[in-house]
């Protein structure tokens, strides 16, 4: 038996398309899912070209996932492209950095509108139909700032310890009735997020002296992971939040 194996399974990957959710959407298509690609422009279709390659199914919906509203058309769309969901996703994000005494209220609205509402609601819209077919995978992207307080980006510090909550609070709810709620919380990736850290030769080296792997993350990196919590090697995992942070987290 093949405990990974994701072949029939229909997942969606909010901010699928690129960086780390273009990784996880290309990894779970290796492991023999279809994929549902959220985006929020369809400009790059990189992802979705890999997917179509290995002879995988793939569907794009372009949503602005803070806006709520557009939220019921990502599920409805999905089951009546596929008829199911079997597993999702919730990668979309942004953060802004500003010092926390100057930090606008607009940027803090936008980040927990993105990073928390639309994972909560998602997770609620999909959950419900995962109840009445008895199963399903839900994985939510949570941060090494689920666990610390960073420096000058308090809005996404609240939103990643939040994720890390209600990924805890829906498991609570959700295991008696075969959904498995975790998360995935990645250290320091090479992606477009931190570009300006990376750029920034003594942050850099200040990062890459506290990893005890010695490098920066990549995409390939969440493969893996994701493919084992989207999958039925998982299935006694109920709220946990897994590091993938080259360990990051023991120092």
């Avoid at 273009?22 to 400009?43: C, E, F, K, P, Y």
């Amino acid at each position: 038996m093949n405990f990974f194996d994701l072949t029939g399974k229909v997942a969606i990957v909010t901010g699928g398309a690129v960086g780390l959710g273009g990784g996880i959407s290309l990894g779970l298509a290796q492991a023999g899912a279809d994929i549902v690609i959220v985006t929020s422009n369809d400009r790059n279709r990189e992802t979705q070209q890999k997917i179509e390659a290995l002879g995988r199914k793939v569907h794009t919906i372009v949503a602005n996932l803070s806006d709520e509203k557009e939220l019921p058309r990502v599920v409805s769309e999905t089951l009546s492209v596929f008829g199911k969901i079997d597993i999702l996703v919730n990668n979309a994000g942004i953060i802004r950095r500003t010092p926390a005494a100057e930090h606008p209220a607009q940027d803090w609205h936008d980040v927990i509108n993105l990073n928390l509402n639309a994972t909560f609601f998602l997770c609620q819209l999909v959950g419900r139909e995962m109840i009445k077919q008895g199963s399903g995978k839900i994985i939510n992207i949570a941060s090494m700032l689920s666990f610390q307080g960073g420096i000058n980006v308090p809005g996404y510090t609240a939103s990643k310890h939040a994720v890390a909550g209600i990924t805890k609070a829906l498991a609570n709810e959700w295991a008696s009735k075969g959904v498995q709620v975790n998360a995935i919380a990645p250290g320091y990736m090479a992606t477009d997020n931190t570009a300006a850290l990376r750029a920034d030769e003594e942050r850099s080296s200040q990062i890459l002296v506290r990893i005890p792997a010695g490098r920066w993350g990549t995409t390939e990196d969440l493969q893996g992971p994701a493919v084992f919590l989207a999958s039925s090697a998982s299935d006694y995992m109920n709220g946990h939040v897994l590091c993938v942070d080259g360990g990051w987290m023991n120092r």
